[in-house]
């Protein structure tokens, strides 16, 4: 860190369309490079994914949140041979080739942030060749086969019948949502797990023994949610829940539990949440963590703000189910990973129990002892880490523990 005069002072100065502000405080420069708030913006696209026939067509929304100044987005197919894509502002209709060679081939619809153009969703379609002739009879097809929907999105079902005459009537089979007498579809606003399934079913009033099904799959979008527990409490307890500052017994205000942070933020308004804008105040009276304590990184600034603009929901989230811990290494993950959880606390010459994290030799003294694995799996025996905060995430404990088993490498 630069050693610079005694004093407060700061200055705002323009860089290239981004801002770059340096606060000076007692002795230190604290230097952001990037804006994080513009990197709140998010893009998304619904549906997220469809299955379809030959022929049919099926209408795209897309959206851009949080954005400053441009709320506009580029559509494009990834392979423009494969269907044609209308475009009318935030919506497209995709219309899929008459024919297909093979059982099925898929293309994607790319939406993306003019603001941002670092920020973009994507639909990906899935087409089929069906059995289309009836020489067994009524035949039922639906458009569209097989559909992924982000929460409380709706989605109207169209219905075909091969060989007969007649309407059909509409039913939720499975799942949750509700289904009209017309089969427009919509998701729940919660759901008790996410991803969840449904099946949606075309009844023939001819003749009741003829039916077709469609699949249904409510998610998230692409931009991933924000976790309570398993993103903003640890970065909040590190860097902010410590002794003399927002824990139950000192400070203003506790920010080691979830209830705490409410009286700071506006659910659905990070810009308007003190939570948020703190970090980043250009008054040095304001900002926190105050110095000499460094600053939230950009990514952990965005994360709060992302956070709060999905409404700053108390959730916990495991992603062991999909984890990877094939490829771990110091240098990308595991750097990381302490910088947001432990590093507020474990740096320095003041780092708690003269522990510092913020190197690899600090952190290999640590996994060569065994405390690394101890503290965060919360072992008896061992002091619990992140201190005060809920343990780590399944996945994240899983990507250390193989990195310590390859012999913790300077990688």
């Given at each position: 860190m630069k050693r610079m005069k005694q004093g407060t002072t700061w200055r705002l100065v323009a860089v290239m369309g981004f801002?770059?502000?340096?606060?000076?405080?007692?002795g230190c420069d604290y230097n952001i490079t990037s804006n994080p708030d513009k990197s709140l913006v998010v893009t998304s696209i619904s549906p997220q994914a469809v299955t379809l026939a030959?022929?049919?067509?099926?209408?795209?929304?897309?959206?851009?949140?949080?954005?400053?100044?441009?709320?506009?987005?580029?559509w494009s197919l990834s392979n423009p041979n494969v269907g044609q894509l209308q475009i009318t502002g935030g919506m497209a209709i995709y219309t899929a080739p008459a024919s297909v060679s093979g059982a099925a081939t898929?293309?994607?619809v790319l939406v993306q942030s003019r603001e941002d153009p670092t920020k973009?969703?994507?639909?990906?379609?899935?087409?089929?060749?069906?059995?289309?002739?009836?020489?067994?009879?009524?035949?039922?097809?639906?458009?569209?086969?097989?559909?992924?929907?982000?929460?409380?999105?709706?989605q109207q079902f169209q219905a075909s019948i091969a060989g007969a005459s007649g309407s059909v009537t509409w039913r939720l089979v499975s799942g949750y949502g509700i289904v009209s007498s017309t089969g427009l579809y919509t998701a729940p606003t919660a759901a008790p797990s996410l991803p969840s399934f449904g099946i949606i079913r075309a009844t023939s009033t001819v003749d009741p023994t003829k039916f077709a099904d469609a699949t249904i799959t409510v998610a998230n979008s692409n931009d991933s949610l924000i976790c309570f527990e398993r993103?903003?409490?640890?970065?909040?307890?590190?860097?902010?829940g410590t002794s003399g500052c927002h824990t139950a017994s000192d400070?203003?205000?506790?920010?080691?539990?979830?209830?705490?942070?409410?009286?700071?933020?506006?659910?659905?308004?990070?810009?308007?949440?003190?939570?948020?804008?703190?970090?980043?105040?250009?008054d040095i009276s304001k900002r926190m963590p105050p110095p000499p304590r460094p600053m939230l990184s950009p990514p952990q600034i965005i994360a709060?703000?992302?956070?709060?603009?999905q409404g700053a929901q108390n959730t916990a989230c495991s992603n062991a189910s999909d984890c990877d811990t094939s490829s771990v290494h110091y240098s990308g993950f595991i750097q990381t990973t302490m910088n947001t959880?432990?590093?507020?606390?474990h740096q320095g010459a003041s780092a708690g129990g003269g522990i510092d994290l913020s190197n690899y030799s600090g952190l290999g003294a640590q996994a060569a002892s065994g405390k690394l694995m101890g503290s965060i799996t919360f072992a008896a025996g061992f002091s619990a880490m992140p201190k005060g905060g809920p343990r780590l995430d399944d996945c994240t404990i899983a990507k250390i523990q193989a990195w310590v088993n390859r012999g913790y490498p300077n990688d």
């Open positions: 801002a770059l502000f340096v606060i000076r405080a007692a030959p022929g049919a067509s099926i209408t795209f929304t897309s959206s851009v949140a949080h954005f400053q100044n441009d709320s506009s987005l580029t898929s293309v994607s973009t969703a994507q639909a990906v379609i899935t087409i089929v060749n069906s059995d289309t002739s009836s020489a067994t009879g009524t035949k039922i097809l639906l458009t569209p086969v097989a559909i992924t929907l982000e929460p409380a999105r709706s993103d903003i409490l640890p970065v909040l307890v590190g860097n902010c400070g203003p205000g506790d920010l080691t539990h979830y209830q705490g942070t409410l009286k700071y933020l506006t659910p659905g308004l990070a810009r308007s949440s003190r939570l948020y804008l703190a970090p980043t105040d250009f709060l703000g992302r956070w709060i603009d959880y432990c590093v507020g606390c």
